[in-house]
């Protein structure tokens, strides 16, 4: 087998990808690569059709044409539940975690999910190896662990976000779809958010859709930039910022 | 909801904790000292029996979050198949509770493969209308359930228990016998909620989507719990044929599936005391009001009406809220 350095280096595909709703073309033949163990964001105006592609990639979606290759496998149309097991995790943009359940073990019933115990009705899960420090361990690396005996509803707004990058977390995931993860947080919040994103891109392939632009481009390897459905530009921050285009399209809209 | 028993939930209260840590055998505790608070033996024994019902059927609704309206069919199930074992087949009593537990969750079985595809109001309609076909099935076939008049000469008079007779017919010996089996069955009910399924119960009343999402089988999970359910609920009527020496057509009838959604909800649903302390409160209700007056039921509804308005958490869930809220204030 012979696999070319690219090739090895992109974990995540999209070829032509479109998908529509009625007559409305949310998402227009989207080709694009994503790095393995790179923090890639997806910037763009509101209506940009950044959710949408959000939803094609983590299987919320099927695409109306074009395909979706994950690794070597094609993963088009896929649903969801599958795509978990095959390593694709992703956050909501609104907050859904268990609300009754202390942050522990919000975490601890997701890793739950992965084992061959999962609906054993009669061992203690307190027995369940090491799910309980795992969970803890996760907990810890989104700075939640002083917190994990609350219930996830008595959480501020912006830990309970982070609780829902823990249980993305549980996984093990390849690859960790973000979207808006700091939507209506406080600044103090988004700082805290993004400094334990870019701690996670380190060890994980992390795709991120967000809104405002000044938020990613300290922080992303490469961006891709969405206008009216269409990839308008795709590089390094420092391209993009360049990039006579997107300072029209996204840009231009601040400076006037 | 679920406080006691609660192990996803840690709150760290002090005067709980050992009490919750050891639920079923405080259950067995209060079922101990029941024959002695209570006027007489009988009531201790439905207290009992109908504790036990709806602790299996406040799996299903406290814990997971769905409202059967046909647990009468699971109850009164486990009845009949104890009941047409001992009187039609000449089984021992053990076959006879045996075949009640199995029969009540292979109703359930058949129920819950249809019924828990759906859920709210139209789970709690399916559930009502198989519980409802049961019963004049039950009805009709009077070479096997006696129909209208009940299956009668379910009578156990010995029962050797490690080879220790034991007279069946003593009132007390019986309560105990009973004690030791539903404390049995509270002890198993325990350790399902502390599995790892019993996780999975709760994520799902938690968050359908969010349980789905983490690669959680939410159909599978409903089907689990309500043949579990049945399995509880099909032990009680089991308990009762064998209490009552015969089965009749009512333990079949909705209003038993109404009795175990009041006395859960009158106890605290979602937690693990609550169903025997609804139980209880209800059939001191009916033994008091019944003396007064043939129309107790009445007071029974209108009492049920004010704690659904008043105290929806149930007696035991503002128990548990009330000395949560205590604990807060103090440590603050």
Redesign the interface.
């Known amino acids: 087998m012979e696999r070319t350095e690219a090739g090895d280096a992109v974990i995540l595909r999209t070829e032509a990808v479109s998908r529509r709703f009625g007559n409305f073309v949310a998402v227009r033949r989207v080709t694009a690569e994503f790095r393995r163990r790179a923090l890639t964001s997806i910037i763009g105006p509101n209506g940009a059709g950044k959710t949408t592609y959000f939803n094609l990639l983590s299987g919320a979606l099927r695409p109306s044409q074009g395909r979706i290759i994950l690794e070597r496998r094609d993963i088009t149309g896929t649903p969801?539940?599958r795509l978990?097991?095959l390593g694709i995790a992703?956050s909501y943009q609104i907050t859904?975690?268990?609300?009754?359940?202390?942050a522990?073990?919000n975490v601890?019933?997701?890793l739950?999910?992965?084992?061959r115990?999962?609906?054993?009705?009669?061992?203690?899960?307190?027995r369940?190896a090491g799910l309980a420090e795992r969970a803890a361990e996760l907990l810890e690396l989104t700075g939640l662990y002083h917190r994990r005996?609350r219930?996830a509803a008595a959480l501020a707004h912006g830990e309970q976000r982070a609780l829902e990058i823990a249980?993305a977390l549980?996984?093990a995931p390849r690859l960790l779809l973000l979207d808006e993860p700091t939507a209506g947080m406080s600044p103090e919040e988004t700082r805290e958010m993004m400094r334990l994103i870019v701690g996670l891109a380190e060890r994980h392939t992390v795709i991120l859709v967000e809104h405002k632009m000044k938020l990613v481009m300290g922080i992303s390897a490469r961006v891709m930039v969405l206008h009216h459905g269409e990839l308008v530009a795709e590089g390094t921050p420092e391209e993009i910022r360049r990039d006579r285009l997107v300072r029209r399209v996204y840009l231009g809209q601040r400076e006037h | 909801?679920?406080l006691i028993g609660a192990?996803?939930?840690?709150?760290?209260w002090r005067l709980w904790e050992p009490i919750a840590r050891h639920r079923a055998l405080a259950v067995m505790l209060f079922i101990a000292v029941l024959p002695w608070v209570t006027p007489y033996q009988a009531l201790a024994t439905n207290i009992l029996i109908y504790g036990l019902f709806a602790a299996g059927f406040n799996l299903l609704y406290g814990y997971l979050g769905l409202l059967s309206f046909g647990h009468a069919a699971l109850f009164g199930g486990g009845a009949y198949a104890c009941g047409i074992a001992i009187v039609r087949f000449g089984l021992p009593w053990y076959a006879g509770l045996a075949l009640g537990t199995l029969g009540g969750m292979a109703i359930s079985l058949l129920i819950g493969a249809l019924a828990t595809r759906t859920r709210g109001i139209y789970f709690a309609m399916i559930t009502l209308a198989f519980a409802q076909s049961l019963y004049y099935l039950a009805y009709q076939a009077q070479g096997w359930t006696g129909g209208e008049n009940g299956l009668r000469g379910v009578n156990v008079r010995r029962v050797e228990l490690f080879f220790l007779p034991l007279d069946f017919t003593d009132p007390v010996a019986r309560y105990w016998l009973m004690a030791a089996l539903v404390g049995l069955a509270l002890l198993a009910l325990s350790?399902?909620l502390?599995?790892?399924?019993?996780?999975?119960i709760?994520?799902v009343r938690?968050?359908e989507?969010?349980?789905?999402?983490?690669?959680?089988d939410v159909a599978?999970?409903r089907l689990?719990t309500f043949v579990?359910s049945g399995g509880f609920a099909g032990l009680a009527g089991a308990l009762q044929a064998l209490e009552l020496s015969t089965v009749s057509i009512e333990t079949l009838d909705y209003a038993t599936s109404g009795l175990v959604v009041m006395m859960t909800l009158l106890g605290g649903a979602g937690t693990f005391f609550g169903p025997f302390v609804g139980a209880a409160v209800f059939a001191l209700i009916q033994d008091v009001f019944s003396l007064w007056t043939v129309h107790w039921q009445l007071l029974a509804g209108a009492i049920f009406m004010l704690f659904v308005l008043f105290l929806p958490r149930g007696i035991w869930g503002y128990l548990l809220e009330w000395s949560e809220q205590r604990q807060a204030t103090q440590s603050s």
């Open positions: 969801q539940q978990v097991r992703r859904s975690l268990f609300p009754q359940l202390s522990l073990e601890r019933v997701a739950q999910a992965l084992t115990s999962r609906y054993n009705f009669w061992t203690p899960r307190a369940l005996h219930p249980v549980a996984g | 909801m679920d192990t996803a939930v840690a709150r760290g350790r399902i502390n599995s790892p399924l019993g996780a999975v709760e994520a938690e968050n989507a969010r349980a789905r999402a983490c690669g959680y599978a999970t689990m579990l």
